[in-house]
């Protein structure tokens, strides 16, 4: 289904977590990273395709993500004619494409490459909001920088509590008590109730905390 100009209506979608990272996939037996992306079929509305293509790619539900924001027009990029099969040139001319930004509310575990049997991907990762443009297909990256910049103001807001943590934890080892100090920014004086432990948000923050635990007094 093209438009008058030769270009088929798509989407595409950045699907964030809760630290506001981006799902990155790589595109399968190739070495290109890019964000999840399809066409409209005739009778869809954007949002339809959008989350048809949200399980076929990424494996996810629409009760697994939030809708935060979606860009206002249609995006353009034009596909060079190498990329075009010969019985489409001189009619198809690129994609048209209306991108959804995404949270995810749910575990990432729930992500499934394998949900149908032509999967798009064969990796994936979580990356920085600015993702590395040079590793997406050239004729794209113009779109992917209107539309992370079109998008951006759109960002749910996350404090980055690690970045900024400074204080003291206790918790209890038996009966002899133990103080453990960790250091990121401010003051924060927290009391653990018998049994409970502290989990740093970031799983890469975990290994520093243990590196710089203290030996409990003998």
Known sequence: ????????????????????????????RTHSWQ????????????????????????????????????TRDWLRYEVPDRFIRRDARGFYKGQ???????????????????????PEFDA?????????LDVVVEFKRGVYEMALTELSRFLPRYENRNRYLRGNMRSQDG???????FSMGMHLHMELPPGASFDPDPQKDLNELEQNRPTPPQ
């Open 1 to 28: 289904m093209l438009d008058r100009e030769g270009f088929r209506p798509n989407v595409g979608i950045i699907l964030l977590n809760q630290k506001n990272q981006v799902f990155w996939g790589k595109r399968i």
């Open 35 to 70: 964000f999840p992306q399809g066409g409209i079929d005739r009778g869809e509305s954007p949002e339809q395709a959008m989350f048809r293509e949200l399980h076929e790619e990424v494996g996810l539900q629409p009760e697994h993500v939030r809708i935060v924001a979606r």
């Open 96 to 118: 048209k494409q209306i991108w959804y930004l995404l949270q995810l509310v749910v575990p990432d575990w729930n992500v499934n490459l394998r949900a149908t049997n032509h």
């Open 124 to 132: 994936w990762r979580w990356n920085d909001f600015w993702v590395p």
């Open 175 to 181: 009966d002899q008590g133990m103080q453990v100090e």
